[in-house]
């Protein structure tokens, strides 16, 4: 998945694990829900805003998610 949100809301939910997840929020909302039965690398770049990330993290992961989060707020939960 590739998103790139401005002045708006992402609701995104996956029910296999994603292998790449690329998401950009500006002055924007997100939610984004991935199996929790697999680690990911999450690299959550925030310049104004939070990341509430609470999937399973592991810096050796296969699968990656990459979040930029300019003045939003982004959820990354366990589905």
């Known amino acids: ?3 790139s949100v401005t002045a708006g809301r ?3 939910g996956f029910d296999t694990a994603p292998e790449s997840v690329q998401i950009e929020l500006t002055r924007a909302d997100g939610t ?3 199996p929790g ?3 990911y690398r999450v690299s959550p ?3 104004g805003g939070s ?3 609470r999937v399973p993290r592991s810096w050796s992961a296969a699968r990656t998610i990459v ?9 990354l939960l366990p589905s």
């Open 1 to 3: 998945l590739r998103a």
């Open 10 to 12: 992402l609701d995104a």
């Open 32 to 34: 984004v829900r991935v």
């Open 37 to 39: 039965t697999v680690r």
């Open 45 to 47: 770049q925030v310049s």
């Open 51 to 53: 990341a509430d990330v």
């Open 67 to 75: 979040a930029a989060v300019h003045d939003s707020q982004l959820a």
